[in-house]
């Protein structure tokens, strides 16, 4: 697998002109959603570069994230003219960095794309590192490809418009990857003035978090070893994210992460002895920022078949990432039911549900 060129912009449209350059087209596609389209679009506007470039928008939020969105964007690049010689560049959060790769790597067996993401959680997870596709069947991300764009532009400018909850969201992302590369980088992320933010600080933060995973994805691609390190939080958080759609009260992605990291933290605290500072230390940042996601014990085999479909998992069993430590990764870890409900139990109560 190619490795992407990772870019944090000092200014948007000189980077998405080289990158635009170093992909020969004979036609360019911008992909965004509603929102994007109308917020982060015109910060494109007067590039030389995109003069001419055919418009696709798709509607916003995980709920598009399907197959329906994913054949019109097929439609819509057969109907204006797509070959396989042409560039489509991405311009949106998650939900479009993963759909539009997907589209992309299809499309007559694949053509060119950028991400420009516009969101912090798409900055620091989604669009970095190869992974695409959508949702199907009531579960995330299941169909797929690894596919790096060829480039990926960080402009964090797009950040300054964004509202606390998508902050938070992907904030939740650069704490996983503080709590698998250094406790100094972990204690720098749980300090960060959220209030106040600064957003030079942020950028250079930005920088690190994106470091964390671009190294681990340089170092296993295709998610056979190391890689699964990239998942902590995300077995339990994918499950409620999942409970939350099927419920129709859908929730943000980083924040199932982050409550996902509480119940993971617990299970690394019990089964391979996480300390217990550390994980209070990092559960009383998600309870304060995150709030808490509600459901009682009649649910808990509900969560538990949904964990079971999980990607990482082999022949139904449930394989966790957790840590000893901040940074020491303990990969393919299973833990039985009943480990699990008790780990449900200590979540209710420690984030008081």
Known sequence: MSKQEVILCEGLANSLTHAIEKCPHDKLFILTDEHTHRLCRPHLDGIPALEG?????IGAEDVHKNLETLAAVWQA?????ASRHSLLINLGGGMVTDLGGFAASTFKRGIAYINVPTT???MVDASVGGKTGINFNGLKNEIGVFAPAACVLLETEFLRSLDAH??????????KHGLISTPKHLAELLAFDTEKTDYALLKSMVGRSVQVKEHIVE?????????????LGHT???????LALAESRPVLHGYAVAWGLVCELYLSYI?????????????????ENYGSFAFNCKQYDQLYELMKHDK??????????????????????????????????????????
């Open 53 to 57: 470039a055919e418009e696709i928008v």
């Open 77 to 81: 690049l057969s109907e204006k003219g």
């Open 120 to 122: 912090l959680l798409a």
């Open 166 to 175: 998508n902050f938070f969201s992907g904030y939740a992302e650069m704490l």
């Open 219 to 231: 170092e296993d691609p295709l998610e056979h070893g190391i890689r699964k390190a990239l998942n």
């Open 236 to 242: 339990v958080g994918h499950a409620f994210e999942s």
């Open 271 to 287: 089964k391979t002895g996480f300390p217990k500072d550390k994980m209070r230390q990092t559960i009383q940042f998600v309870k």
């Open 312 to 353: 990482k998992n082999t022949a139904g069993v449930i394989n966790f990432t957790l840590l000893k430590e901040v940074g020491d990764i303990c990969l393919n870890q299973t833990a039985d039911k009943e480990t699990i409900f008790e780990m449900f139990d200590f979540y209710r109560e420690c984030m008081g549900v």
